[in-house]
């Protein structure tokens, strides 16, 4: 497929009912700066990766079980993260401790 002058290489097909799979395999892809394209036909989602990345060709060789439990990773990994602190919110909270 072409996209902007670039070619896209179809990766990964879904069928309709695992919309949700194929929407956490996009956004695993995605938050690992993979460019993909993501698209819907009447029967199923695909997910295209650029040709050029370096990553298309080991990720058409892996089998989908594998990216399954790297995306339930990836998931695990993103919900354990510490949130961010505000610049001064650690000196007020420390201020708060020390009193």
């Known amino acids: 497929m072409r996209y902007a002058n670039t070619l896209y ?11 949700l799979q194929a929407h956490q395999m ?3 892809l995605a938050e690992a700066k993979i ?7 009447a029967t199923r989602f695909v997910i295209w990766i650029n ?3 370096p990553s ?10 594998l990216l399954k439990t790297l995306s339930l990773v990836s998931l695990a990994l993103r919900k354990g993260k ?10 007020q909270k420390l201020s708060l401790y020390s009193r």
């Open 51 to 53: 040709l050029q990345s």
């Open 26 to 28: 996009a956004w695993v």
């Open 82 to 91: 510490p949130k961010q602190l505000e610049p001064n919110s650690f000196k």
């Open 9 to 19: 290489g179809a990766a990964y097909q879904f069928d309709l009912r695992y919309r």
């Open 56 to 65: 298309y060709g080991v990720l058409v060789r892996q089998d989908v079980s």
């Open 35 to 41: 460019p993909i394209v993501v698209t819907l036909s």
